[in-house]
């Protein structure tokens, strides 16, 4: 199976602290890997890593094969690496459907002063339906009206309407209730199911 991803002895550290200590690690297509640890064991540091949030201080990326060394989040983004953090993050003055369109970075760009076309909102409709979590009628409010469950289920879908090859996961359902965590766990299988038959197709 394709390998996606390798670190090669990644290190970074915040003054005397020692955040990630030579990490080695691989991972291939259509793979599941959960990284456990305690608070503070560094494991956000290695994510935030991985999509360019910091720097490593020494080590080595590679991407299918390839060394890697990102200008910037977005330039990871393009790489095909997306991420979905603990935090909720959306724009909270901006509608649900705006917050949407933004995801669509690597595809049309668009001018949010001028709206969003009427097609793309019934896509972002219908993508919402399939959550089954009643945000299809919310897509012209702003992502701040709603509750904590329903703006991380939204930051997961933004994130996998960028078709990312690699989807970073950084405790996405602490903050939620057992029936959103459920949903949204149930919408991470869909995910790799999804890569693994498109991988199929392909072959």
């Not at 991380?152 to 960028?162: D, N, P, R, T, Y």
Request: proline content about 1%; overall charge negative; glycine content about 10%.
């Amino acid at each position: 199976m394709e390998t996606i991803l390798e670190l090669k002895g990644i290190t970074k550290c915040f003054g005397s602290l020692v955040a990630n200590d030579h990490i080695d690690f691989s991972l291939e297509k259509g793979t599941v890997h959960a990284i456990i640890g305690e608070n503070g064991a560094g494991k956000s540091t290695l994510m935030n890593i991985i999509s360019n949030i910091y720097q490593q201080d020494s080590g080595e990326i590679w991407l299918h094969g390839e060394r890697v060394s990102f200008k910037d989040p977005m330039d990871a983004c393009i790489h095909g690496i997306g991420m979905v953090y603990q935090e909720f993050m959306l724009c909270n003055a901006m509608t649900v459907l705006e917050n949407m369109a933004l995801a669509q970075i690597k595809g049309q760009r668009y001018n949010l002063r001028r709206g969003v076309a009427r097609g793309q909102q019934e896509q972002f409709a219908a993508q919402l339906r399939e959550l089954n979590i009643g945000l299809e009628d919310k897509l012209n409010l702003n992502a701040g009206q709603l509750s904590g469950g329903q703006r991380q289920a939204v930051a997961l879908l933004m994130a996998a309407m960028g078709q990312p090859q690699l989807l970073l996961l950084d405790e996405h359902t602490a903050a939620l209730d057992p029936r959103m965590s459920r949903l949204v766990m149930e919408r991470t299988r869909q995910l790799v199911e999804q890569e693994l038959e498109g991988g199929n197709d392909d072959e």
